[in-house]
Each structure stands twice: as structure tokens, then as C-alpha cells.
């Protein structure tokens, strides 16, 4: 490609506003441009960096017996309500009604419509096990995007879904997509670990997230440096202490005045925030309709809102206002579960093996003291429903659990046999019995992998690109000589370059050497070549690496074959 004829424009600034270093070098090198807030257009260099991505999946899916698809962007809301998420996924989805007043669903993901195709495929356990993938538009309305692709609401995806007659089947492919993940990653040079997660909307029995870690992304990773675990804030565990040796004392009803919160209380009574249990309100949507919720955890712990929602199948949860906690009985400030009504409450797991805490006495400036479980309240649920913290000992070894940020780049996800109950996806046995297909969810968001790529492989002139995602192996620079003619062995070597199949972008723009050399560093591709007096006089071309400083003169007669081992490497 000659750059004078490249659909692209460059800036010499960073665009505003521009949070992470991705999104300001691939708007500024001029493969983004942004339509609206979250939605992007793809210029032709993102389209060829995103095209060789989609070659690695495409190699690495079909590798492990992936049949590529393509299924409609566009569903019928009939498909979203036999499954219960056109009820359960709120703003996020987008909605709309055909000509025909028919409410249609643009796809978030592919569950349901994959469910309808196989429920006409899938007749018989011959047909099994099978895996289909594609690499498809999704269109999520996220109401916080940021950071350019890191968090888009139009964004492209690998989805893929395995199709087994059992549990077992279901675990040999759900490895599979493990190991073809971290090669994918691997491959796009991008260093992952994968994680224990949460299966939210897309439910399930089991989930992995592959995480890029870096200070941009949202979520929170809580790893132990003595083992190997790594776990999702959202679902990570740790070892919880107790002191369920003490003797039980008398109930003490003691005043507070204004003494509303755990910082306040333990400040008042002198007391460790240990011996102290605080109540969390929460408003849960379960199964269409909305039921007050206590939440119980200690008073030094932070309610943890994933753990709650999947402990009590909600499928949302909202702050309770002051009137909902009025109606059960409780006192905001002051609240505790001892006599209320009307509400479902949930004791974390490590508060039965706690003794004589502190609780609020739902009366205003009042709490109460030695308040135990089972013998002065009872509950609904028990579960872990605490968040970890930096610190916290990891559930395995007992090593303090450190935390870092990272961006979730691909997931997979044990789905079992919901979405074919739902959809009534069956398969006859050897015995001619109907049996629920067994599924899994796997996917790879390929936009927000090119930024994370991006954001790993840069440094203060630009981007940095890894050789088999580049958009051009090779970026190749002709300099005028003095009397201001261009190089003919410029335009002789790109012609043999194209022959020889190398992708190259070649700037033959009547610019400044100084500006082509500066869209060199900020378009990122791999190898530059500079064909001048200067380097012809020395004795050939001028040939460097993006991530290396210093350039070295190649021969004329050695570069094709040099280039073409390079290409190779592709």
C-alpha cells in the first residue's frame, strides 16, 4: 500500500479525554475514530490488525475442531423470553419493534439464537460432540464505556459454544478452549492469566476469565504469589478467623446516640470493628419481583453484591431506600435481623463462628451487645457473601493475597444444560432417550484484544506492534536527495516486495523526512526500511526494528531475502 493513497489521517496530538494509552495512540496513529460515545469506525489499519487477530482465532479454533457460523445481530424477543433474560437484562439490551410491531433484540450474545439453531440441527448423539464458533457484531449499551475499545458498547466477538451429550464431554471441550485461549494470547503477544470468575447473566456451573493485567482495567484480580491462585474479586475467596471458642454472654442493651456507623460505634465504645456485625439493605429483583434483603457481615468486611445476587439467584440488586427499611421493622443506622419481618436475610458464613458482637438494636440511638447467632436471630442463608482485600489469606495456602487491576480479554463458561432445557434442545441415546444437550459459552472480544495489545506494546513515540497482528510487516521510507528526487530503488524494492507477497506500507508522500519518520514510530509496524543518498552512500538500506533503538545498513542485494525471513515469521 502507498501511504499517498492510505485512508488515514494522523494528529500531532492526543485526542481529548483520552484515558488509556491505546485509545490515545490508535485514535492519534488514525485507526479509530469515534461515532458516538462507545462506538467506534474501524479505519483500514485497524481493519487489517484486526483481520490478522481473527486468523489466529480462526487457526486456533478450527484446530481444535471448530465448524465457523454466522448467526443474525438481530433476534426475536420469543428466543430472550424462553430463556427469562429478555426479564432479567435491563438497559443494557437493545430493544426494538419491526415494521410489524414484532419486539426484537440486538444480540448482547449468542446463547439463545445458537439454542434455536440446534434445537432444528441436533436430532441424535451421532451428531455429538460439536463445536461452532464465529466472529460476529455484539451491541451492549453500556451506560459507563471508556477507554476507547477497553470498554465499547459496538464491539466484535469470537464466540464460540460446544455442543456435548454429558458432563464429561462438556469438560474435555471446556479444556480445549482453555489451552486454545492461552495460545491465541500467546500468539497476539499479550501475557494473560486466567482466573476464577463469575458466570453472571450467562449463568452456569463453572467460568474462567483470561485476564491482561494493567492499571486501566476495571476489575479487580486477588492473587497469592506462594500458590497459584487467582480469582475475580467478584467470587475470590480467603481464609475467614473466629472466635466460636468464647463463652456466649448476656444480651446488653447499650445508648449510641448518633452513632450510625461501624467507624462511629467502635470509635464510641472503643471496641475492635472484629466485634462488631453490620447490615447491609439491599433491594433484590428475584423471579420478577422486587423482595428487601439484609445482608450480614462483620463490621470490618465489605458486602460483596456478585457473591449476594448469586447466593440468592437475584438477578438485580439496587440500594433499599429508608422507606423499604422502615417497613420491615428495622432502624437505618441502627439496624440489625433481631425482629425484623418481611425481609430475606443472609448471614455471611464466617458470623455463625463468631461470638457476642455488636449489632444495631433496630431502635434509634441504641445497639446491642453479645448478640450471637442461632441463639438470638435466625436466618435465611448462609454463604460467603464478603469481598477479599489485600492481605486477606488465600483459601489454599494461607499466603497474605495481594490485588491487581485487569482487563478481562476473553472468557469461558460451563453453561451446562440451562439454555437446552429452556430451548428443549434434546438428543436421542443409544436407547432412544431424550436427553438435554450439554453446553458450554466461550468468547474473545477482538477489539478490546487489539487495544490491550496495543496498551502492552507501545512507548512514548507509539505504537509497537507484535509481527503477526501487525497491519504491515514492513514500513518502508523513501527520502529525497538534495536536488529533491525520489529514490528509484525505492520504487524498484516495492514492487519486489509486493511480488514476493510481504505486506508493506510504503510512504511515498511528498513530506518531510522528519514527519515520516514520526508516523513511522506512531503507526507501529514492526520493521521500518529508509532508502536515501545517505544509506546508499554507506553501502545499501537502512534497516530497524520498531522496538530496537539503533538501525543497521543492509546490502541492497540482501534485503528481499532478509524481508522475506521476516515475513516468514508471520
Same mark, same amino acid.
Given at each position: ?9 494522523t494528529?500531532?496530538? #492526543? ?18 475514530r /469515534?461515532?458516538?460515545?462507545g ?5 483500514p ?12 482465532i ?5 484446530a481444535?475442531?471448530g465448524?465457523?457460523?454466522?448467526l ?28 410489524? +410491531?414484532h419486539d ?5 450474545t449468542?446463547?439463545?439464537a ?19 464458533y ?10 459507563? /464505556? ?5 470498554r ?16 464429561? +464431554?462438556?469438560e474435555?471441550q ?15 503477544e499479550l501475557?494473560?492469566i ?10 452456569g ?5 483470561? !485476564?491482561?493485567?494493567?492499571?486501566? +482495567?476495571?476489575?479487580t ?7 497459584s491462585?487467582a480469582a ?11 472466635? #466460636? ?14 452513632? $450510625? ?16 456485625? $453490620? ?19 462483620r ?9 449476594l ?10 440500594p ?42 433496630n ?25 477479599a482485600e489485600e ?22 463458561? $460451563? ?23 450439554? !453446553?458450554? #459459552?466461550? +468468547? ?11 496498551e ?21 521510507l523513501?527520502?529525497?536527495d538534495?536536488?529533491g ?5 525505492a520504487?524498484?524494492?516495492y514492487?519486489q516486495?509486493l511480488?514476493?507477497g ?14 515520516k ?22 553501502g ?9 533503538e ?14 522475506? $525471513? ?5
Open positions: 500500500m502507498r501511504y499517498s493513497r492510505l485512508f488515514n489521517q494528529l500531532r496530538t #492526543s485526542p481529548a479525554q483520552s484515558e488509556a494509552a491505546s485509545h490515545q495512540y490508535l485514535t492519534q496513529a488514525g485507526y479509530l /469515534p461515532l458516538a460515545s462506538i467506534f469506525a474501524y479505519l489499519l485497524a481493519q487489517r490488525t484486526l483481520r490478522n487477530i481473527a486468523s489466529i480462526r487457526e486456533e479454533m478450527e481444535i475442531g465448524q465457523e457460523v454466522s443474525p445481530i438481530v433476534h426475536p424477543a420469543e428466543i430472550w423470553q424462553q430463556t427469562g433474560r429478555w426479564y432479567t437484562i435491563t438497559a443494557e439490551m437493545g430493544r426494538f419493534k419491526d415494521r410489524n +410491531g426484537m433484540v440486538l444480540a448482547m449468542h446463547e439463545e445458537v439454542a434455536a439453531i440446534v434445537h432444528d440441527v441436533i436430532q441424535s448423539y451421532r451428531q455429538l460432540p460439536a463445536l461452532i464465529q466472529i460476529q457484531l455484539k451491541w451492549r449499551d453500556d451506560p459507563r /464505556p471508556r477507554a476507547g475499545l477497553i465499547a458498547r459496538e464491539f466484535t466477538m469470537l464466540d464460540s459454544y460446544s455442543l456435548d451429550r454429558d458432563e464429561e +464431554g462438556l474435555v471446556y479444556q480445549a478452549h482453555y489451552n486454545t485461549y492461552h495460545r491465541i494470547f500467546e500468539r497476539c501475557p494473560v486466567a482466573i476464577q470468575s463469575d458466570s453472571g447473566m450467562m449463568g456451573v463453572q467460568a474462567h476469565e483470561f !485476564m491482561y493485567l494493567n492499571p486501566i +482495567g476495571e476489575d484480580i486477588m492473587l497469592c504469589s506462594s500458590c491462585y475475580n474479586r467478584q467470587v475470590a475467596t480467603f481464609q475467614k478467623d473466629h472466635n #466460636s471458642s468464647e463463652d456466649l454472654k448476656e444480651v446488653e442493651k447499650i445508648v449510641t446516640p448518633e452513632k $450510625k456507623t461501624i467507624a462511629d460505634l467502635v470509635e464510641f465504645l472503643q471496641i475492635s470493628p472484629k466485634r462488631t456485625a $453490620k447490615a447491609v439493605f439491599l433491594m433484590a429483583e428475584m423471579h420478577g419481583t422486587e423482595k428487601l434483603v439484609l445482608a450480614l457481615v463490621g470490618d468486611m465489605e458486602l460483596n453484591e456478585a457473591k445476587a448469586h447466593a440468592i439467584q437475584a438477578s438485580g440488586l439496587r433499599a431506600t429508608e422507606e423499604d427499611i422502615l417497613l420491615s421493622g428495622a432502624v437505618p443506622g441502627y439496624a440489625s435481623p433481631i425482629g425484623i419481618k418481611n425481609t430475606l436475610v443472609v448471614v455471611d458464613d464466617q458470623i455463625p463462628h463468631l461470638r457476642n458482637l455488636t449489632v444495631g438494636a431502635q434509634s440511638g441504641y445497639h446491642l451487645k453479645n448478640v450471637n447467632f442461632g441463639r438470638d436471630y435466625q436466618t435465611d442463608i448462609i454463604a460467603d457473601i464478603v469481598s492481605g486477606f489469606l488465600c483459601p489454599q495456602c494461607g499466603h497474605p493475597l495481594s490485588s491487581q487491576r485487569g482487563v478481562e480479554v476473553g472468557n469461558i463458561f $460451563k453453561l451446562g444444560t440451562f439454555y437446552s432445557e429452556q430451548m428443549e434442545c434434546q438428543y436421542l441415546d443409544e436407547n432412544g432417550a431424550s436427553k438435554p444437550i450439554v !453446553m458450554g #459459552s466461550y +468468547g474473545i472480544g477482538l477489539g478490546r484484544l487489539m487495544a490491550c495489545i496495543a502492552e506494546h507501545h512507548d512514548e513515540n507509539g505504537l509497537c506492534w507484535p509481527l503477526q497482528v501487525a497491519p504491515y510487516n514492513i514500513h518502508m523513501s527520502i529525497k538534495k536536488d528526487a525520489v529514490q528509484p530503488t520504487e524498484d524494492l514492487e516486495l511480488a514476493a510481504i505486506s508493506v506500507l510504503y510512504d511515498d508522500r511528498d513530506i518531510s523526512a522528519g514527519v519518520f514520526n508516523d513511522a514510530d506512531l503507526l507501529g509496524m514492526p520493521y521500518r526500511i529508509t532508502i536515501s543518498a545517505r544509506a546508499l552512500s554507506n545499501g538500506i537502512e534497516i530497524k526494528s520498531r522496538s530496537n539503533t538501525s543497521h545498513i543492509l546490502p541492497r542485494e540482501q534485503v528481499l531475502p532478509y524481508l522475506q $525471513k521476516i515475513a516468514s515469521r508471520h
